[in-house]
């Protein structure tokens, strides 16, 4: 079975641009968490989507903006880029609204390096 | 709000050498607590887990046991190989504006060398 997939890889912006990344989960889990590594640091929660609501919000400035679509995807977007914003995005997904009950299972993430 | 804080790395062992990574959290209620590990280029992966205090989280040879009295969650290994040379990090999860989130150390990172 396929594990959560990411796209893009890696990417490159300048500042000022907008960026969408995308997340698939694994098959049947309906909750779906973004969340940033900036290199040297551990992962911050960004949101958190459970049956295409938004369930919970990190402390990140409202350029930052994620949906979940019908299918359980999501996807993340960022406006105006800031040179801060370089980081490791992190989508992971998980059978229930909560972490408590289970794993969250991590994508290998999506390099973003705003140049 | 809630933390989590762990010992700063890189820590570099020998093989088959004991392994220790303190990890110490604050939080206002009785979250549960993971280790989770990053191999080189890949995800993150949940290592083991404990939801209550004095449970015992293991698995692949680590353990970890949820002390509420000193708010720890160390890990440790009795024989480290080659193999285990990855980022680990120290996590607990917490309710925020209706859902769970989790909250991550800053990670240690061990070169496990023959």
């Known amino acids: 079975d396929a594990g959560v997939t990411q796209s893009p890889t890696h990417l490159i912006k300048t500042r000022g641009q907008h960026v969408t990344l995308r997340c698939s989960p694994i098959?049947?889990?309906?909750?779906v968490s973004w969340y940033q590594q900036v290199l040297g640091q551990g992962p911050q929660f960004i949101f958190q989507?459970?049956?295409?609501?938004?369930?919970g919000r990190g402390n990140f400035p409202d350029r930052f903006s994620a949906r979940q679509f019908p299918n359980y995807s999501s996807e993340l977007n960022v406006n105006a880029l800031l040179l801060g914003d370089s980081a490791l995005y992190l989508c992971?997904?998980?059978?229930?609204?909560?972490?408590?009950?289970?794993?969250?299972?991590f994508g290998e993430g999506s390099r973003l390096t705003v140049l | 709000g809630n933390s989590v804080t762990q010992m700063e790395g890189p820590v570099t062992l020998s093989e088959e050498a004991f392994l220790t990574i303190n990890c110490t959290y604050t939080?206002?209620?009785?979250?549960?607590l993971f280790w989770y590990v990053q191999y080189p280029g890949e995800g993150l992966q949940l290592l083991l887990k404990?939801?209550?205090?004095?449970d015992k989280g293991s698995n692949k040879g680590f353990e970890a046991t949820y002390r509420k009295e000193t708010t720890s969650f160390h890990l440790e290994k009795g024989s480290v190989q080659v193999s285990d040379s990855a980022v680990y990090f120290c996590?607990?999860?917490?309710?925020?504006?209706?859902?769970?989130?989790?909250?991550f150390g800053t990670g240690t990172q061990l070169k496990v060398e023959l």
């Open positions: 992971a997904s998980s059978l229930e609204g909560t972490v408590n009950t289970g794993e969250l299972f």
């Open positions: 098959s049947g889990h309906k909750s």
């Open positions: 989507y459970y049956e295409k609501e938004e369930r």
């Open positions: 939080a206002t209620g009785y979250p549960s």
């Open positions: 404990a939801t209550k205090a004095d």
């Open positions: 996590a607990l999860s917490e309710w925020s504006g209706g859902g769970n989130k989790l909250t």
